[in-house]
């Protein structure tokens, strides 16, 4: 967090509440007529946009007005886990034939064109 991010969260913020990683979010405490209120998120740890939950993305963006309970909004059955973005770690998706991949390269479904 920059000292302008940790001024301005102290000046004009007033805290909303916090997700599962401990990331707090925020808005505006002035209220200006025909204005929406400011709204954003202190992260817990590195700064990365795809650590904010589907529930809190909503609010942040203005999709709801509804802050999420603590714990987070009721799961469905077919619903995963909130999971972040992987690139560039050791458990990002890497396809069959990928050369980071592991394990036995597929053969190409055509032959190659050879002049001649």
């Known amino acids: 967090m920059t000292i302008g991010t940790w001024l301005f969260t102290k000046m004009r913020g007033e805290l909303v509440g916090?997700?599962?990683e401990g990331n707090r979010y925020f808005q505006d405490k002035r209220i200006v007529p025909g204005r929406r209120r400011k709204?954003?998120?202190i992260y817990n740890g590195?700064?990365?946009?795809?650590?904010?939950?589907a529930d809190w993305h909503g609010?942040?963006?203005h999709t709801t007005s509804v802050?999420?309970?603590?714990?987070?909004?009721?799961r469905r059955e077919w619903q995963k886990e909130h999971m972040p973005n992987l690139t560039?770690?050791?458990?990002?998706?890497?396809p069959p034939g990928h050369t980071l991949s592991?394990?036995?390269k597929p053969k190409p479904p055509y032959?190659?064109?050879?002049?001649g």
Do not use: F, I, M, Q
């Open 59 to 61: 609010w942040l963006h």
């Open 39 to 41: 709204r954003w998120v």
């Open 88 to 94: 560039g770690t050791d458990s990002a998706y890497r």
């Open 102 to 104: 592991t394990g036995e």
């Open 67 to 74: 802050v999420p309970p603590a714990g987070g909004l009721p």
């Open 46 to 53: 590195v700064a990365e946009a795809s650590r904010v939950p």
């Open 111 to 115: 032959e190659a064109w050879r002049p």
């Open 18 to 20: 916090t997700d599962a």
